[in-house]
């Protein structure tokens, strides 16, 4: 088991950062891939970021490139988002994610056994 909790969302203005945070305990020495996914309001999850978890490569969705940054502290078991130049259609649930298999897949939610609770970005215009 794996658990995961995500903090350092908030309300901010359009142009405005954020850094969000996912701690990571349990079978963390486990963990194969991290991601970050996010919902909003009637829409379907999605892809923004992963990394790998040994090696750091980091992907990224289109929407993210060139704004969020994803990293990671493997001595505290934590991710991290940094989010940049913050637009109002950056506003969602944003959740981690740690993936425990190999996989390619990274994009895929289904490529992620545990989830964490979400927090919630909302970018005001």
């Known amino acids: 088991q794996v658990q995961l909790v995500e903090s350092g969302g908030g309300l901010v203005q359009a142009g405005d950062s954020l850094r969000l945070s996912c701690a990571a305990s349990?079978?963390?020495?486990?963990?194969?891939?991290m991601g970050w996914f996010r919902q909003a309001p009637g829409k379907e999850r999605e892809f923004v970021a992963a990394?790998?978890?040994?090696?750091?490569?980091?992907y990224y969705a289109d929407s993210a490139k060139g704004r969020f940054t994803i990293s990671k502290d493997n001595a505290k078991n934590t991710v991290y988002m940094q989010m940049n130049s913050l637009k109002p259609e950056d506003t969602a649930v944003y959740y981690c994610?740690?993936?425990?298999?190999?996989?390619?897949?990274?994009?895929?939610?289904?490529?992620?056994?545990?989830w964490g609770q979400g927090t919630q970005v909302t970018v005001s215009s």
């Open positions: 994610a740690a993936g425990m298999s190999r996989t390619y897949y990274y994009y895929r939610d289904r490529a992620y056994d545990y």
């Open positions: 349990g079978r963390t020495s486990s963990i194969y891939v």
């Open positions: 990394i790998y978890w040994s090696g750091g490569s980091t």
